[in-house]
Structures are given as structure tokens and as C-alpha cells.
């Protein structure tokens, strides 16, 4: 149960319902007991009739919470605020146990406060990781506590945990732990830099390493600590022994044969290669590295390294050894038979009486079970068990970060999503088909993004997706948002195949943007919360923007896709074409046009509905029919001797190209046909070239090499660039319609046609002309030696029986009169 559940007053009662681990409490506005439930009384240790008074509940609450409690309580009955802490309760019994007390208050019909409601849940049975995994690290056997002192403190410092080798080493009269702060165990003289590191750490959320400390016991102490739910986990280590020896260490002194640590001596050579040799090994070494020492004398100790050792450890090794000074990392090691393992290793330079260097000493632990305990403590820190997606401690340090709460703030969207209905399939099939169902639900949502971008569970059927504009993946937000989301409502859509059922189910998902303007990770789930809930007021199975403007845009763009995808289903769909004319008036050929008109719509234009396919994805069934269209009518012309000159231009979108089946299809669309491939011409826009030039143009010489001819279209308004243009294997360049509008009239213009007409003279291509409506025009463009037209003076695009008609009627000579005056599409 997240914070938003508690201010549902009927969530409590079901949560109470489907839980033996929560218990339920009411009080009247005078704290008077009127509801203690037996779960309550369970988790005190009582009988199911226990019915505490006011005070001996809150005696059951450890020492160092029940203040904060009573606090909290109060603030509830008096000023209406609701409270979600987690705290320490003792049985009758004495039994101590994590639990989470939930609390909100009871108002009457006119809102006034008449009590107070909760629930007491214990943390531990459900399996939260976040708040919990200091009772974890206890179940998880010897690992952590195996001769290691182990405790961990909360974001005030306080230590909430410690195992018995903890109480050994800092509290040798018996003292308690609990509850102190971890700081105030060591000499003054260290204590106030001590708390400046703890304090830096908490709040940054980042790794803690300090070495020799003097601690009040009277030895010295190496700490360590990682982040750790909302405080930090921390491992001691009495080095006092190693401060010592290091002190008197001289070379090949007899004790080092026998201890427990790895141990390395290197005679005093320059770190750089060939590097220092090795002259003495311990048996340590040889036990657990599994060289003799007679393989390793004389070696560099590089022969331990292997594929993952850190360099940037190594680094830190070599620099500080050029200034002959002590060094410590945890480095990854190979043994002889290849295997890494982890070592805490301490490398010291050791000098003769005359203060000469002679060697380099290095004393390594074997820490590589401490290292994997590390990082399931990591992975229960930060990732749901049951869908291995981030949790929500995981999602809340991203958004941080991409919200910017300490600077620099990313563009990107943030998705809500909530499953419709999930509690009826909970109720209905239980809960282990529940939990399937959310663990394809995970999946499917990873498919849907890309890679670098985050899918977390907040928990029950509540899922997160974030968005981000990296330099290494930019993206318009807005765009990204539409898209992704509408491939959840696809995904999610889809049956689910449980044991035994086919289960159908829908999600609402909410959106908001981030970026343009302050914000915290708080206000966005917020908005994105109160956008899911939009979309379920909406009917379920939709989307809805927090923003109301682009709210309008994301609903238009949305039904405009589901209208273009029943448009495809229903083939409303239909392809016109317009006739391209030689200099003589003769028509050569033709281009296929897309058309769409909307029962209500009317006439949707390309411009219009083709972003739209692209987006969605549809261009690549639309472009595959529409090339198919266009072979089966160059085979039928083919038939006739007055057609079978006749070429078909079919425009290629940018996705429909880079599709990895696209030249397959184009080679099955002409194979199957029987047409000559010379008579299909595939028009490529300028923006194909953007980026993967090298990529590009390997497919267009594929094209090339079976005979299909390649035409540039709108030519001068993209990505032009004459260093490029000699290297593409293409027959034409269409000079764009916005040049030939005011090419009477624009000086600009009208060099620009002409400087693309004399190119194409230069560079051996075929030129065109698309938009020519008038004679002028038309005269014009041939004395810049342009002789190949498309455009309403000669024809606007037509269906294929109005074509065929316009055809037997201008006979070889096409009409030169120009239609009524339009833009054409």
C-alpha cells in the first residue's frame, strides 16, 4: 500500500481483508477504543478480544518511536493529517517486529473530525524490500555476520540494526546500540568530520569509505557503507592489528608466510610495463589464487588481471605508487583456472633505514562473498522481486535526476499506467494468477520502450514509465509520449495466457511532461496520477495528458491514428495518379498518390495522415500495398502497346526504407508481376539522408542492380548537399513545387531552379518539375533546359478509371490547358 490508499477509507478495510499481516483500528474523538481488530490483537500478542486504551497502545511501541507516534496521532485528530511511518512494536510476549502504521482521519457528513482510522501492518511477512532489508540481511544466515560487525542507521544517523560482532566492537561494557548515533562511538577528535561525512552521504545517497578510524574503544576502525532504503548499511572492521604491523613490516618477515590475507611483495619498480616483479608470495596466495609460488616469481602481477578488472582501480594503483604512497581499492582478480574473485586490497610502499624505497607490499582480503551479498541487498533495495522491474525507491532517484532537484533538468514524459479491473481477476482466480498476469504485464511494458528509458512497479497493479531527451537519445517529448503510449494501450491489450484461461484486459495510462519548467519527482507522479485517473473516468483503455492543450492535440492525434488504422481495415484507402510529361507534351509516366477521404473528415491530406502512419507505424503495410498496386497496373499496361512506356513513381517513406524487409518486398513485387524493373521509379525524400548515409546507400544500389529506377523528391528543401550527391546511385532529381510557385516572381527562386536543373545537366540525371500550373511556367523551366513536367496544367491526380479515360481522349498528346487554379496535393 502506497500513501495515496490511505486516504481511500474502503481501501483499509479490503486490505485488512485480503491480509493476515495488517490490523485495523478506529478511535472517537475523545480516544476512546471503538474498533481493535484480532489481526491488531495478533500482532500484540493477545487474544483476538484485546481492546487496549489509548496509552497501553502506545506502549507497545519501542522507545525511541512512540513519541514521534503519539505525535502523529494527535496531528491526525486534530489538524486532519493522515500519517505513514514505519516503527518498532514490542509484543506481550517481548517479541520486537517492524511495522507499518497507516493513519487517517474520520470526518462526518460536513467534514468535521470525528476520529481517527488505521491499519498496523507487519513489513516483514509481505516481503517489502524498502524500509526492510535490515531484517533480511538478518535471515540471509551467516553471510553478512560471519566475523564481520554489521549494523545499519537511518537518515538521522541512528543505528536501527546491529549483529553481535557490532555490540562486541563498539559497546565492549554492553551498553545499547539502538538508537545512537553512529558517529558518537568515536574520539572527539574525529567525531565532528565523522558526522559531516554520514550527513553528506545520506543526503546524496552515495557510498561511504573511511579508513583508521580512532574509535572510543580503543582501537582502530574501517567503516564502509552503502545506500540502504532511505539510511545507510554499514560493515566495521577492527584493522587496529594491521595499523600496527604495517608500522614494523619489513621484507619476507616471517609472520607474513602465515596470515590469513593474501599477501604480494614487488621489488620497487616503475609501475609502468613491463612493471614491478613479483618476488614473494604467501601460502594465502597460493591457496586461493591456485599459482605455485614458483609460477608467479619473477611474473608481473598482471597475470591476475582478467577481462573485468576495473581499469580505472588500476589507475588509481599506478598513480598513486609514482608518488610512493599507500593505496587501497577492491579490485577483481582471476585465478589460474580463470575464475574472478574479489579482494580488498592494500598496497604500501616500505623503505630501508635510509629511507631508500626497496619494495611494494600488498596485504588482499578475500571480500568476494561480502560482494555478492552486496548486491542482493542492492537488488532488494531497488528492484521488485516478483517482475524484476525498478521499484519505486529506483524510479524516485531517476525522475530526481531527470527532473533536475539538483540542477540541470531533462526534457521527457512520465507515464502512469494503472491495469483495469485488476481486482476482479485477483478475486476471481487468485492471486497466483494475479501476480503471472503482472509479471507479463512487465514484460510487455519493456518491450514497448527503449533502451535507457526506466519501467518500474510502485506496486499492486501500478506501473511507471519514464522518458528522458539524452544527448545520447534525443526525442521531442510529446512525440515520444504519443507513441509509447498508445504501443501500451496495443500491448496491454492483447489476451493473456494464464494456466488454464485466457484472460482480456485493458490499462489506463496517465502523461505528463517534464522539463519546460521547475518541477520535483513529487509533483510529477502526482500529475501523472491525476492524468491515469482522467483516462478511467474517460471509460478505461485511454490515455490522458495532464496538460489540457496538449491533451487536445494527443485526443485529435489519437483519433485521427484510429481512424486511419479502420481506414485500413476497411480499405477506404485509395491510390490516384497524376501524369509526368516530356518536353513534346507526350506523357511518360505517372506518380502514385495516396488518397483518404473520411466519411466526416472529408478529404484528409497526405500531409495530414502520413506523419501519422509513420508514427504509428502503418506506413509499412499502406506503402507495401501501394507498391504492389503499382506493379499490377505496369503489367497490365505492359499489354498494350500505346501504355507499355508508361513508368509508375511510388514514393517511399523513410521508415518503410530503412525496414529490413524492404527490398525483399520491392524484388517479390516485381518477380510476382513480371513487369520490367526499369518502369517502377521509387521516389526517396531528402531526409533519407540525414544520418546512416553509408547504410542508405548500400540498399539503393541493390535497387540499382535489379533495374528499378531511384528519383530524389522535393529536391532543395531537405538535407541537399553536393559531396553527397555525386556518391548516390539515383536517375532524377524533382525540383520541389515550392521553387516553381513563384518562379516568375522570386529571383531566389527562380536561380535556385535553375542552378538544380544545371546540376542535374553536370551529373548526367533526368530532372522534373513538380506543381507547374501555368504555361508560363512551363516556358520557363524549358529554357533552363527542364523538359519534364508534373502538375495541374497538364492534369491533377485522377482515380485509375479516370486516368484511363483521360488517356484515350488526349491520345498521344495530353491537353495543355491548365485545370481551375489549386494547390496540389
Not at 619476507?252 to 590475507?261: C, Q
Not at 579482494?343 to 562473498?369: F, K, M, Q
Not at 532524377?732 to 527562386?749: A, M, P, V
Request: net charge negative; proline share 5%.
Amino acid at each position: 500500500m502506497d500513501p495515496v490508499t490511505a486516504h481511500n477509507p474502503a481501501s483499509l478495510l479490503q486490505l485488512v481483508e485480503r491480509s493476515a499481516f495488517v490490523g485495523f483500528w478506529r478511535r472517537d474523538a475523545r480516544r476512546r477504543t471503538l474498533y481493535w481488530s484480532p489481526q491488531m490483537a495478533r500482532l500484540h500478542g493477545a487474544p483476538d478480544d484485546y481492546t487496549p486504551t489509548f496509552e497501553a497502545a502506545l506502549s507497545h511501541y519501542a522507545d525511541e518511536h512512540r513519541t514521534e507516534l503519539a505525535a502523529r496521532l494527535r496531528a491526525c485528530e486534530e489538524q486532519g493529517e493522515t500519517f505513514d511511518v514505519e516503527v518498532q512494536l514490542q509484543s506481550l510476549q517481548g517479541r520486537r517486529t517492524w511495522v507499518r502504521c497507516v493513519g487517517q482521519p474520520v470526518r462526518d457528513d460536513a467534514g468535521a473530525i470525528v476520529g481517527s482510522e488505521g491499519i498496523v501492518q507487519e513489513i516483514a511477512p509481505a516481503g517489502y524490500a524498502e524500509g526492510t532489508l535490515l531484517r533480511h540481511t538478518v535471515s540471509m544466515g551467516g553471510a553478512l555476520g560471519s566475523g564481520e560487525a554489521f549494523v545499519t542507521v537511518d537518515k538521522q544517523g541512528r543505528i536501527s540494526y546491529a549483529n553481535e560482532q557490532a555490540q562486541h566492537l563498539l559497546a565492549a561494557g554492553g551498553e545499547p546500540l539502538i538508537g545512537r548515533k553512529i558517529w558518537t562511538f568515536f574520539q572527539k577528535r574525529v567525531r565532528l568530520g565523522l558526522e559531516e561525512r554520514f550527513v553528506q552521504a545520506l543526503e546524496r545517497r552515495e557510498a561511504l569509505e573511511l579508513e583508521e578510524l580512532d574509535a572510543q574503544v580503543a582501537h582502530w576502525l574501517e567503516l564502509r557503507g552503502f545506500p540502504f532504503g532511505a539510511g545507510l548499511a554499514l560493515h566495521l572492521r577492527d584493522v587496529s592489528s594491521r595499523r600496527r604491523a604495517q608500522q614494523h613490516l619489513t621484507l619476507l618477515e616471517g609472520s607474513i608466510a602465515r596470515l590469513n590475507d593474501i599477501v604480494i611483495i614487488t621489488e620497487a619498480a616503475p609501475f609502468r610495463a613491463p612493471g614491478p616483479r613479483i618476488v614473494f608470495v604467501n601460502e594465502a596466495f597460493e591457496r586461493r589464487t591456485g599459482y605455485t609460488r614458483d609460477e608467479v616469481i619473477g611474473h608481473s602481477p598482471r597475470l591476475l588481471q582478467g577481462p573485468d578488472t576495473q581499469r580505472a582501480q588500476l589507475d588509481r594503483i599506478r598513480s598513486a605508487l609514482e608518488q610512493w604512497e599507500r593505496v587501497r581499492v577492491d579490485l577483481i582478480n582471476y585465478t589460474k583456472a580463470g575464475e574472478p574473485y574479489w579482494v580488498d586490497l592494500d598496497v604500501s610502499p616500505v623503505w630501508d633505514e635510509t629511507r631508500r624505497l626497496t619494495h611494494w607490499v600488498a596485504v588482499g582480503r578475500d571480500i568476494t562473498e561480502r560482494k555478492r551479498d552486496e548486491e542482493k541487498i542492492q537488488y532488494l533495495a531497488f528492484y521488485d522481486p516478483l517482475t524484476q522491474l525498478p521499484n519505486r525507491q529506483m524510479l524516485l532517484d531517476r525522475l530526481r535526476e531527470a527532473a533536475g532537484e539538483s540542477g540541470h533538468p531533462r526534457e521527457g514524459a512520465l507515464m502512469f499506467i494503472d491495469l483495469d479491473n485488476f481486482k476482479v481477476l485477483n478475486d476471481t482466480l487468485g492471486h497466483q494468477k494475479g501476480d503471472m498476469l503482472l509479471q507479463q504485464v512487465g514484460r510487455r511494458l519493456r518491450n514497448c520502450v527503449a533502451k535507457g528509458d526506466i519501467v518500474a512497479r510502485l506496486g499492486g497493479d501500478e506501473f511507471v514509465v519514464l522518458i528522458e531527451n539524452t544527448p545520447e537519445k534525443p526525442l521531442d517529448p510529446l512525440t515520444a509520449a504519443r507513441v509509447v503510449s498508445q504501443r501500451i494501450l496495443d500491448a496491454l491489450g492483447e489476451p493473456y495466457v494464464l494456466p488454464g484461461y485466457l484472460h482480456h484486459s485493458t490499462c489506463s495510462v496517465g502523461v505528463t511532461l517534464f522539463g519546460k519548467t521547475a518541477s520535483t519527482s513529487t509533483e510529477l507522479l502526482k500529475q501523472a496520477d491525476l492524468a491515469m485517473y482522467q483516462a478511467k473516468a474517460a471509460g478505461r483503455n485511454a490515455v490522458r495528458f495532464f496538460d489540457p492543450e496538449m491533451q487536445a492535440v494527443a485526443t485529435e492525434n489519437a483519433a485521427l491514428a484510429a481512424d486511419l488504422r479502420q481506414a485500413w481495415r476497411d480499405n477506404h484507402l485509395r491510390v490516384e495518379y497524376q501524369p509526368q510529361v516530356g518536353m513534346d507534351g507526350r506523357m511518360t509516366g505517372v506518380e502514385a498518390l495516396l488518397r483518404w477521404e473520411h466519411p466526416t473528415r472529408g478529404i484528409v491530406g497526405p500531409d495530414q495522415f502520413i506523419p501519422t502512419a509513420e508514427e504509428t507505424s502503418l506506413i509499412i503495410p499502406i506503402g507495401h500495398w501501394v507498391l504492389e498496386a503499382a506493379c499490377a497496373q505496369l503489367a497490365v499496361w505492359a499489354q498494350r502497346p500505346d501504355r507499355a512506356h508508361l513508368s509508375i513513381a511510388v514514393n517511399v517513406s523513410v521508415r518503410q526504407f530503412r525496414h529490413p524487409e524492404f527490398i525483399d518486398e520491392v524484388v517479390s513485387c516485381v518477380k510476382r508481376s513480371g513487369i520490367r524493373p526499369e518502369k517502377l521509379k521509387l521516389e526517396l525524400t531528402e531526409s533519407l539522408l540525414a544520418d546512416n548515409l553509408d547504410a542508405t546507400i548500400a540498399k539503393m544500389r541493390n535497387l540499382k542492380d535489379m533495374g528499378v529506377r531511384l528519383s530524389v523528391d522535393d529536391f532543395g528543401i531537405g538535407y541537399s548537399s553536393l559531396s553527397y550527391l555525386k556518391r548516390l546511385p539515383i536517375d532524377e532529381l524533382k525540383i520541389d513545387r515550392g521553387f516553381i510557385k513563384d518562379i516568375l516572381t522570386d529571383g531566389n527562386d527562380a536561380a535556385i531552379a535553375g542552378t538544380i536543373i544545371g546540376l542535374c545537366r553536370n551529373l548526367g540525371l533526368e530532372v522534373i518539375a513538380e506543381g507547374v500550373e501555368t504555361e508560363e511556367q512551363r516556358a520557363f523551366l524549358a529554357r533552363q533546359g527542364c523538359h519534364r513536367y508534373q502538375g495541374y496544367l497538364f492534369c491533377r491526380p485522377l482515380p485509375l478509371e479516370q486516368l484511363e479515360a483521360f488517356i484515350e481522349a488526349a491520345g498521344a498528346a495530353p491537353s495543355l490547358t491548365p485545370e481551375p487554379s489549386s494547390v496540389e496535393s
